[in-house]
């Protein structure tokens, strides 16, 4: 193990723990076999993260209008212009857009600067678009944003139900972990997804719903556990409200399984087999991602998923629970510390106890009394002018976010664009300041994962250039801004401790997140520190399940939501006749930035290729390899075509990492649907009606 740094993969949600050494100028890594995330594992992506740590394209030094600066007068340039937009056309003229690749360290600061002392809530997270209805969903019907299982809840289950979550590809050490315990025990899997992934081929059963009809088909299952005596009349009596209500709608809405077949379009058959099997499986738990959260009704979705848990009393126990994946790898730690426009710190929201109870521990009495811009609104206040300033920490907003020919505009229109980020991406080009931020393997922090895991994410590397770690960047912006006393920093322990604190203070046990036992940590305990999973309250053993009794509501009880069936905010229609969803290839992460620089990831899907249903190839007469425009009412794009038997009628599937894809068209730009749900804000990326035709040739 001599020369081994013990960190934690930088990719996706699992969080896996990786052993890192340098030898003879490369970077070697291995599963860490200690790490109760992955047990030794790594997927194809973690496992070839020395092949990416070149330098091409790295952010090495300052730059103000592209010519090289010092960090003095970068920094001295954005401290003057934030405080004179926020001088002139107060708080809420800026704002942060951060990013779930930030440490907790990271966020903390970025949250507490904006928040609590240029006063504005303005700060929103890429996270919110991969898990915002997750969260809005958790807090809907719990009371407080909590996943309450265990990866080890996966193990021990009978019966797993993924929901709009390819977790072959997206999550492939926990699909490893899920398939290796299904030798042992025989688990069902179940897989809702409209394609035939390849977590699909693992199943035992694939319902292959029409997109957005995931509510029709809870509420079905709802309807189904009441008439045939398979909820838990207890369970829903003592620790839950809203039952009667909330079944009534779902019998009115799935009032017989044939409709429920005939809506979701799938056979009956196996519709009465999932039915079943949910029914008679106590321990049942059921997975979710991005299918089920990027929709306009996302929210809507995780309450029909969340509602049949509550209704069977199947949460919280060993092998049985709701479980949200996170897609990035602090997605997580970002909701911990408030990196959402709609929360403050801690879990806490906007109320007045919150916000008073915040403001005395920061010292702040010009904290931000509502909720901030969600990321779309962000960039389109940013467009229409009421936004002066913005920072984008380690994101591509210039590609990933939903109509990005509008966020693109938004950038140009700005008065003044910070990006602060590892490498050049089509963001950096409308920054008026960039800033290099210190990468993965040269900084330091924690992460937290979907199973709620604190772990220690180390540096092995010296930092390149003039690089810098991205709480020590916002901390010497913030003493620039004159909150010197609020910034006194000097480790990134100490930030964790401080936020560690804020969990804990006053909290009378009504928040589940709870780091109280490790607000005194010293330095070299912070520094050793092993993965360890919360609620971390003072004299109590940390982790475990949550929620099998006690809700973190006014009440103590959980809420069953009412919900009901809505189809896309943007269906299909006679000029755009396809729906198209998009997703993760298995070895690429999202704009490719990092994965793109090994060349055996690459080999996997050299290309982007727009998968399309067999029969709507067939009628346009399109094959393999033709070159094809897809056309959406916001943008075009250009891809080669691959004729699919993995689709359904009517369907196309577009990888969502290329950039390169997408053609010029005045005022639009990528495809994407701009659409978001009402509670959570997440945009719908699953569903754009387009059209496909063959691209003509020059
Ligand atoms: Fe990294 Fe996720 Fe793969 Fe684990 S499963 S090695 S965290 S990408």
């Not at 401790?497 to 010293?522: C, M, S, V, W, Y």
Request: net charge neutral.
């Amino acid at each position: 193990m001599t020369g081994e740094v013990r960190t934690t993969c930088p990719y996706c949600g699992v969080g896996c723990g990786v052993l890192a050494r340098v030898e003879g100028g490369r970077v070697h890594v291995r599963g860490d076999p200690d790490h109760p995330s992955n047990f030794g594992r790594l997927c194809s992506k973690g496992s070839a993260l020395g092949e990416t740590m070149a330098l091409d394209g790295r952010v090495l030094h300052p730059e103000i209008k592209g010519q090289r600066a010092t960090w003095d007068a970068a920094l001295d340039l954005v401290a003057q212009r934030f405080s004179e937009a926020v001088a002139q056309h107060g708080p809420d003229s800026v704002g942060f857009y951060v990013s779930g690749q930030l440490l907790t360290e990271d966020y903390y600061v970025a949250n507490k600067l904006l928040k609590g002392f240029v006063g504005t809530a303005n700060i929103d997270t890429n996270s919110r678009l991969c898990m915002a209805s997750s969260v809005a969903g958790h807090k809907r019907a719990f009371g407080e944003d909590i996943v309450p299982g265990t990866y080890e809840d996966l193990e021990a289950a009978d019966l797993v139900v993924l929901v709009g979550s390819n977790l072959a590809w997206c999550h492939p050490v926990l699909h490893q972990r899920l398939l290796a315990a299904r030798q042992q025990r025989g688990t069902r899997i179940v897989v809702i997804d409209p394609r035939r992934t390849a977590t699909a081929e693992d199943a035992d059963l694939h319902l292959a719903i029409r997109p957005g009809s995931d509510v029709l088909l809870f509420n079905g299952l709802l309807a189904h556990l009441a008439a045939t005596g398979a909820t838990d009349p207890d369970h829903i009596a003592a620790h839950t409200t809203g039952f009667d209500a909330t079944l009534a709608l779902a019998q009115a809405d799935a009032p017989d399984r044939t409709r429920v077949a005939r809506g979701c379009d799938i056979p009956p058959a196996d519709l009465d087999r999932f039915y079943e099997w949910f029914a008679r499986t106590p321990r049942t738990v059921t997975v979710y991602s991005q299918g089920v959260n990027q929709s306009a009704h996302g929210t809507d979705k995780v309450n029909a998923i969340l509602n049949v848990h509550l209704a069977t009393g199947r949460i919280g126990r060993e092998g049985a629970g709701p479980f949200s994946v996170t897609g990035q790898p602090n997605a997580m730690g970002g909701r911990e510390v408030g990196g959402l426009a709609n929360q403050l710190a801690a879990h806490m929201g906007f109320t007045a106890p919150e916000l008073d109870r915040v403001s005395r521990f920061w010292n702040a009495p010009h904290l931000a009394r509502a909720p901030g811009l969600k990321a779309v609104d962000l960039f389109e206040a940013a467009r229409t002018g009421s936004l002066k300033a913005l920072w984008i920490m380690g994101t591509n907003p210039a590609v990933s976010m939903p109509d990005a020919g509008k966020v693109r505009e938004a950038l140009q229109k700005l008065p003044f664009v910070v990006v602060s980020d590892v490498t050049r991406t089509d963001t950096t080009r409308h920054a008026h300041v960039l800033l290099p931020a210190a990468a993965w393997g040269e900084k330091d922090g924690t992460v937290t994962n979907s199973e709620r895991r604190i772990s220690r994410s180390r540096a092995f590397l010296p930092v390149p250039g003039e690089a810098r770690p991205d709480w020590q960047i916002v901390t010497d912006l913030a003493r620039r801004m004159g909150f010197s006393a609020a910034f006194p920093y000097r480790t990134r322990a100490e930030i964790f401790r401080e936020h560690a604190a804020l969990t804990a203070f006053e909290n009378t046990g009504d928040r589940l997140l709870d780091l109280g036992a490790l607000a005194d940590l010293p330095d070299d305990a912070y520094e050793a520190l092993s993965p360890i999973q919360w609620p971390a309250k003072r004299g109590t053993e940390p982790g475990g399940r949550l929620l099998a009794i006690r809700f973190p509501t006014p009440d103590g009880r959980a809420n069953l939501v009412p919900v009901r069936h809505e189809g896309p905010a943007l269906p299909v229609s006679r000029d755009h006749p396809i729906a198209l969803t998009t997703g993760r290839l298995r070895d690429q992460w999202h704009t490719m930035t990092r994965t793109g620089l090994a060349p055996r990831l690459s080999a996997h899907a050299p290309e982007p290729v727009l998968d399309l249903a067999r029969r709507e190839a067939q009628a346009l007469n399109l094959h393999d390899n033709d070159l094809v425009q897809i056309e959406s009412p916001l943008g075009l794009a250009l891809a080669k075509l691959r004729v699919s038997d993995s689709l359904r009628p009517g369907e196309a599937f577009l990888p969502m990492h290329w950039s390169g894809l997408f053609a010029a068209r005045a005022s639009t730009g990528p495809l994407s649907n701009p659409a978001t749900d009402a509670l959570s804000g997440q945009p719908e990326l699953k569903h754009v009606p387009v059209r496909v035709t063959k691209a003509p040739t020059r």
